[in-house]
């Protein structure tokens, strides 16, 4: 079985590895699992004990070709919205709320954007979108064109008591033909 120190090794090794760390920093974190492990196998129970939260800036976490979880610390995305939802079950809007960060500020990498709003001008996009947009706005003033030519409807006359729904009358009975005799051959 393993021993502590071990335990504590492998669940700072784990944590270094999506987190970059100084060596002053690793000893400091192993010191400290450790006495918090000793403490649990004893039964005491951890005060203070919240989930760590990374300790990067807003800048630190949005760089050039990738963006860093500021929940989890784990970087490397190009966006980070499915990482949001699959990992911590958080939607971007509340994220961003929790860490102070703009409603405009995308959560993807500035490349990463770049990338994507040159794609969209190559192709066109944005030329289409302003089509569309126009042919929206033309359908819009239309419609309230056409409200306005309208002239107001007459208020419809109370309705009649509906009627109660008229019932075929019911089939006579055919009287039976009595059967025919058959001719006896003499």
């Known amino acids: 079985m393993a021993t502590l120190v071990e335990i504590a090794a492998q669940l700072v090794s784990s944590h270094a590895s999506s987190t970059p760390m100084t060596s002053d920093e690793l000893l400091a974190e192993i010191s400290k699992v450790h006495s918090a492990l000793k403490s649990l ?3 005491e129970t951890l005060e203070g004990a919240e989930e760590a939260k990374p300790t990067l800036t807003l800048k630190e976490a949005f760089k050039k070709n990738e963006i860093i979880c500021l929940v989890c610390g784990k970087g490397g995305f190009k966006t980070l919205a499915r ?3 699959t990992a911590h079950g958080m939607k971007p809007g509340a994220y961003k709320k929790q860490f102070g960060i703009s ?5 993807s990498a500035k490349s990463y954007s770049e990338a994507r709003r040159k794609m969209a001008q190559d192709r066109g996009l944005a030329d289409n979108l302003a089509k569309a947009r126009e042919v929206r706005m033309a359908n819009i003033e239309a419609k309230k064109g056409a409200v306005a030519a309208k002239p107001a409807k007459p208020a419809k006359a109370a309705k009649a008591p509906a009627k109660a729904p008229v019932k075929a009358p019911a089939k006579a009975a055919k009287p039976k033909a009595a059967p025919k005799a058959k001719k006896q051959a003499v």
């Open 41 to 43: 196998e004893a039964g």
């Open 83 to 85: 990482h949001l939802s």
């Open 103 to 107: 409603s405009k500020q995308a959560l």
